[in-house]
């Protein structure tokens, strides 16, 4: 049964740094795409950063370039986000999802994890 589980999330302090991690079983990462995406309460879910493993391809939303990086550990079958200077606002709910690898992010995903908690205050 293909699932991703993602997990690593917790509360942190302003300015702090955590990682969150996406774990596949059932399927291989190695031709599909992997999608990061968060939902703040109230608000609407946003893709925050993709990564491809057949060429290493990333894309960062630009509200978290220079803060946070992706990266893929394909032994693992695993994808990791590495977030640092966090800010309040990046509080929220954090999804992985998995497509098909024709794309950076694809324009839909086949698989989704049920999501980690990230929650950054004071």
């Known amino acids: 049964q293909p699932q991703l589980v993602a997990s690593g999330g917790g509360l942190v302090q302003p300015g702090g740094s955590l990682s969150v991690s996406c774990a596949a079983s059932?399927?291989?990462?190695?031709?599909?795409?992997i999608g990061w995406f968060r939902q703040a309460p109230g608000k609407e879910r946003e893709g925050v950063s993709c990564?491809?493993?057949?060429?290493?391809?990333?894309w960062y939303a630009d509200s978290v370039k220079g803060r946070f990086t992706i990266s893929s550990d394909n032994a693992k079958n695993t994808v990791y986000l590495q977030m640092s200077s966090l800010k309040p606002e990046d509080t929220g709910v954090y999804y992985c999802?998995?497509?098909?690898?024709?794309?950076?992010?694809?324009?839909?995903?086949?698989?989704w994890g049920e999501g980690t908690q990230v929650t950054v205050s004071s």
């Open positions: 999802a998995a497509g098909d690898g024709e794309r950076l992010c694809p324009f839909e995903y086949d698989y």
């Open positions: 990564i491809r493993s057949s060429d290493g391809s990333i």
């Open positions: 059932g399927f291989s990462l190695d031709y599909y795409a």
